[in-house]
């Protein structure tokens, strides 16, 4: 590991080990893990997340990706998150490959019955990034057979818009999200999607507090891929995935998620299996003003 | 090392202007505890919405599921007891237990977004009734204490 993955690691800690020691709160999280729905995050409450992505890969080494997320609930209509991103390719290596920033507001006071949400990001990541949390452009499994010590020498600085279309209808999320993703270095727009729709197990809740209870678990399907670049758009030349995913969500405000994604084409990879974990803090917000110095 | 010391940088400068934006959105004067203006939402409910009945009235499974759920996503900003908090109002007042059923559901399920309160329409609606019912059991201030003065 190298060593600048490694001087990361003592802060990173510090992040994670708040979920043990803060007070958790219960959420309701969905099961998606690259598609978005219009439920931002309660306002001063911090979800901290990690999620992993193992991958197979055509003519070369598996890869398992990964990435630890910050989601802080700034409004009750502005999220912001922090991702710090990482991989290790078998027989390879394991590298910190960036990180970025992402916005989502949402522009309309009350629900609808589509309820759009306005996303914004910057990422700044090396050419060995493989968390695959979106798939854009051109976007194919091949990419990933560069090696790392010669990916990584690349630099991407990207600025990546998304419109996000979100609807629950009689307990169903169905959520469509459609990107256009731009290198700040003289590359064209990219663009890309994903789609999903999922629904909790049960509808009631319970009279007792329950961790088997069907309505904490929420099952679900996305779909997402690339729609080629300002140049060449549409499907050619892109790769696509399918993949079932299903949440669950603890009393103890813990939520698991598990996702198996099957590639569609020859250029996606075969197979991805991906698993998260998350905690969400209530009352982060209070916490940090109050150190700060300011009256609760 | 500089892509760690730029992400930690981020992480600093994120948490920083959020806290400082949550903080300037919430020190604008407003009064949670009794003012009229805090529950003026539950007025703008449409009748429609105000019309509808609780599927769960006055059943007590509901009510407990609705203690659950309350204290699963509700009172970290109203309080454990309801009573309200720096955060947001008491649901224990007068204008919410003089509200109609309907009219609690639309405020559950729209949020009041400009003023904090997040929409919770992720919720299946059976539970968002569930929560109406453990709300509405809760009762007014003025009530409990005739109940406590009662022989």
């Known amino acids: ?116 949400i306005l996303y914004f990001e910057y990422e700044r990541k090396n050419g060995a990034d493989k968390i695959l949390k979106e798939v854009e452009g051109h976007d194919v499994q091949a990419d990933f057979l560069i090696p790392n010590a010669e990916a990584r020498k690349g630099h991407i600085h990207e600025l990546e818009l998304k419109l996000i279309l979100s609807s629950t209808v009689k307990g169903w999320n169905f959520s469509e999200n459609v990107l256009a993703a731009k290198d700040l270095s003289n590359r064209p727009w990219e663009f890309g999607y994903a789609l999903g729709a999922s629904r909790p197990l049960a509808m009631k809740a319970s009279a007792t507090r329950c961790s088997f209870c069907p309505q904490n678990f929420v099952a679900g399907v996305e779909m997402y ?24 969500n603890l009393p103890s405000g813990w939520t698991l998620r598990v996702s198996p994604g099957f590639g569609l084409n020859d250029n996606s990879h075969r197979f991805l299996l991906r698993w998260g974990i998350s905690r969400e803090i209530s009352g982060f917000g209070e916490m ?3 150190m700060f110095g300011g009256r609760r | 090392m500089k892509e760690c010391i730029g992400a930690l940088a981020a992480t600093a400068a994120l948490l920083i202007a959020s806290v400082a934006f949550a ?72 204008e919410v237990q003089s509200a109609a059923p309907g009219a609690i559901f639309w405020i559950v399920t729209n949020g009041v977004v400009r003023r904090g309160m997040p929409v919770w329409s992720k919720l299946p609606e059976p539970q968002r009734w569930q929560l109406v019912s453990f709300i509405k059991s809760l009762g007014s201030p003025s009530a409990n204490s005739r109940d406590k003065k009662s022989p």
């Open chain 1, 1 to 116: 590991m190298p060593s600048s993955s490694v001087r990361c690691l003592p802060g990173i800690f510090f992040l994670v080990s708040l979920t043990f020691v803060a007070p958790a709160l219960r959420g309701q999280e969905s099961p998606y893990v690259v598609t978005y729905d219009h439920y931002l995050e309660e306002p001063g409450n911090l979800e901290i997340e990690y999620f992993s992505t193992f991958g197979t890969q055509r003519g070369g080494n598996d890869f398992h990706a990964f990435w630890a997320e910050f989601e802080y609930g700034a409004t009750a209509w502005w999220t912001t998150e922090l991702y710090l991103e990482g991989q290790t390719t078998f027989n390879e290596s394991t590298i910190f490959t960036g990180y970025r920033w992402e916005n989502r507001i949402r522009p309309l006071k009350s629900e609808h019955f589509i309820n759009p």
């Open chain 1, 225 to 248: 891929g690339g729609l080629g670049d300002r140049y060449s758009f549409g499907l050619k030349d892109t790769s696509h995935y399918l993949a079932p995913a299903i949440a669950w």
């Open chain 1, 288 to 290: 940090v003003t109050r």
């Open chain 2, 23 to 94: 903080r300037q959105e919430k020190s604008v004067p407003y009064k949670y505890q009794g003012g009229a203006p805090v529950y003026a939402d539950l007025a703008k409910a449409p009748e429609k919405a105000r019309a509808k009945r609780n599927p769960f009235e006055k059943d007590p499974e509901a009510i407990a599921a609705g203690r659950n759920l309350f204290e699963q996503h509700c009172s970290e900003c109203h309080g454990n007891a309801g009573d309200g908090s720096r955060k947001a109002p008491s649901l224990r007042a007068e």
